[in-house]
């Protein structure tokens, strides 16, 4: 299994890869070439990213995932959506040289490398189990812009969830899950999907059980997304599915339907 950890930045995606690897030891972490090569090539990133940056970095989480095999148990922190996550971000935002050709390369690379991915695990901001802010190396902690960042993941994953997307290969993409809550809860979460060998669980029926059951519905109580307002979210996804892609593309030329996507846990 290869499971890719997804999400804006601080919202506990290192800790929640560290508490999998206790729960299921067969994993290992990726070898996140991305961070070497920021750091080494002082590349710049988040709200300061460029074509070279972006295109680097990309082409290292790619290169991390061929460097795997089939079979292999595989945790990466972070993978080709987040790049192109972000570099949606500063397309829209227009304060980088990032242009829709680029976009469009891509869309096409971070298509391909996740055909190898068999789950993408994503980790939203939501309400029930708010993270404290923690400045690292290279990470931008401006609310805002998380939020902002988080608003285009979870336009992805609406799509996604309904079976249409331009980002991901038609009837070969791996499903979104929602992780979330405490440290504990969200390897339980994750317990719904994994078996006690960490592959995936064979059949629905092993997943709902009475106390899966149980422990969903008190974790949903709890759930809520951090966007107050509904039109929010709705205006960031009709921005993702256009992608400024010219005027040539129309959002329906941009959907990729996908038999494997999983059904939202709301």
């Known amino acids: 299994m290869r499971i890719a950890i997804v999400g804006a930045a601080n919202q506990g995606k290192t800790t929640f890869i560290n508490d999998m690897i206790k729960e299921w030891p067969v994993y290992r972490r990726s070898n996140e070439s991305y961070r070497k090569a920021v750091k080494e090539l002082n590349l710049k990133v988040n709200r300061q990213g460029t074509k070279h940056s972006q295109r680097i970095i990309l082409d290292c989480l790619v290169d991390d995932i061929n460097q795997t095999r089939k079979g292999d148990h595989v945790l990466f922190d972070r993978c080709p959506l987040d790049n192109l996550v972000y570099s949606l971000w500063l397309h ?64 992805i994953e609406y799509q996604q969830q309904r079976g249409a997307s331009p980002f991901f290969v038609k009837d070969d993409a791996p499903p979104i899950i929602e992780i979330f809550g405490s440290p504990l809860e969200r390897t339980e979460m994750a317990k719904l999907y994994l078996n006690n060998t960490g592959d995936l669980v064979e059949t629905a029926s092993s ?38 892609l010219g005027d040539k593309l129309t959002p329906k030329d941009l959907y990729n339907p996908s038999k494997k996507s999983h059904k939202r846990l709301k």
């Open 207 to 244: 997943v709902l059980t009475p106390e899966n059951l149980d422990m969903m519905e008190s974790l949903m109580q709890d759930q809520r997304y951090a966007i107050e307002d509904e039109s929010k979210l709705k205006d960031e996804k009709n921005k993702i599915i256009g992608a400024k």
């Open 92 to 155: 829209e935002k227009n304060v980088s040289d990032i242009d829709t050709d680029f976009i469009k390369e891509s869309i096409e690379k971070v298509k391909e490398s996740l055909r190898q991915i068999d789950i993408i695990f994503f980790i939203p901001i939501t309400k029930a189990a708010p993270v404290a802010m923690q400045a690292r190396d290279n990470r931008d902690i401006d609310k805002e812009y998380i939020v902002e960042i988080d608003n285009i993941f979870k336009a």
